[in-house]
């Protein structure tokens, strides 16, 4: 398998004021295509700034970051945006569907930021990817009129929007009922049987566990990272 995300030597430190505080420590770090990673450790490790990190929200204060063959140091904030619409599908833990947007409309946005489809092919891919998501008769809903668990299902149809190879998911279940949650993971595991590659920060053990792979970190370092076969095994041993 080609590797889709390489990390070499990764530092995160943020200045407030006269402090400085590094968040990640030395991560190093490759990721292949059709892998699904979870991303597991306590509140304030890190997690989330590695996500950031690895979708070019937020830049490494040193060390090297390729994902899909692109060095994303090197970009600068309009590349690396472009980079980001046709690269990376992003789901957040609070949907962040724009309010006054249809379903139909919040899905086609990135693809209309991007234009690599025909208007006529937009539409018919949205309507796709809401059918997918098991949304195709919402589609003229907005998102407050939905459910959580509808939302986030609408999320994931954005993130899907332009195909990419990458899905990175930031707590895509913290604000749902654990039967909701459960609809929404078994989404990701169909996508990650179709040949996406999923990078998933979570604290629900159950799902981690369901993750091809797992990833603790702790104080902004790797404190552990192996299959989850090899963690299920072990469990049963004891």
Known sequence: MANLIQLNNVYKTYTLGQTKQTVLHDISLTIDAGEFVAIVGPSGN???????????????????????????????????????????????????????????????????????????????????????????????????????????????ARALANDPQLIVADEPTGNLDAATADDVFALFLRLNQQGKTLVMVTHNDELAASASRKIVIRSGRIHEDQPTSVLTNSGQNH
């Open 46 to 156: 890190g997690k989330s700034t590695l996500l950031n990190l690895l979708t070019g929200i937020d830049h490494p204060s040193q060390g090297q970051i390729t994902v899909n063959g692109s060095a994303l140091q090197q970009l600068n904030e309009e590349q690396l945006s472009k980079w980001r619409g046709a690269n990376v599908g992003i789901v957040f833990q609070f949907f962040q569907l724009l309010p006054s947007l249809s379903l139909l409309q919040n899905v086609l946005l990135p693809m209309d930021f991007i234009g690599t489809l025909p208007k006529r092919e937009r539409l018919e891919r949205a309507r796709h990817l809401l059918d997918l998501v098991d949304l195709s008769d919402q589609w003229q809903q907005l998102p407050s009129q939905l459910s959580g668990g509808q939302q986030q299902r609408a999320a994931i």
